[in-house]
């Protein structure tokens, strides 16, 4: 059973910075691709970015592409989202996620394509 524990959410104001990280247990972390994606009150939960196993490939939602940065350290099983120039609109809960299927070089952007989560963490950046 694979555990993801996110952490790192907090209050900040328009303009500010916050680093997510995510923390995975098992020994193959490597091999999967992993994903942040966030729900906003009254909202689906959506993609926000995706990382490959390699951490060669990586995807942006358009919304936050330029602001946010995915990267992942895989002798330390974690994976971090920074944000910065946070908006409003960026208020969510954002959970991260390890893609279901092995693949060293993949990325992936669908709910769909995920079976693991974590609790989620809270970001609210006040206007």
């Known amino acids: 059973q694979v555990q993801l524990v996110e952490s790192g959410g907090g209050l900040v104001q328009a303009g500010g910075s916050l680093r997510l990280s995510c923390a995975a247990s098992?020994?193959?972390?490597?091999?999967?691709?992993m994903g942040w994606f966030r729900q906003a009150p009254g909202k689906e939960r959506e993609f926000v970015a995706t990382?490959?196993?390699?951490?060669?490939?990586?995807i942006y939602a358009t919304s936050v592409k330029g602001r946010f940065t995915i990267s992942r350290d895989n002798a330390k099983n974690t994976v971090y989202l920074q944000m910065n120039s946070l908006k409003p609109e960026d208020t969510a809960i954002y959970y991260c996620?390890?893609?279901?299927?092995?693949?060293?070089?993949?990325?992936?952007?669908?709910?769909?394509?995920?079976?693991?989560w974590g609790q989620g963490t809270q970001v609210t950046v006040s206007s």
């Open positions: 990382i490959s196993g390699s951490g060669g490939s990586k």
């Open positions: 996620a390890r893609a279901t299927r092995q693949n060293y070089s993949g990325t992936y952007s669908r709910l769909g394509d995920y079976n693991y």
């Open positions: 098992g020994s193959t972390f490597s091999i999967y691709a």
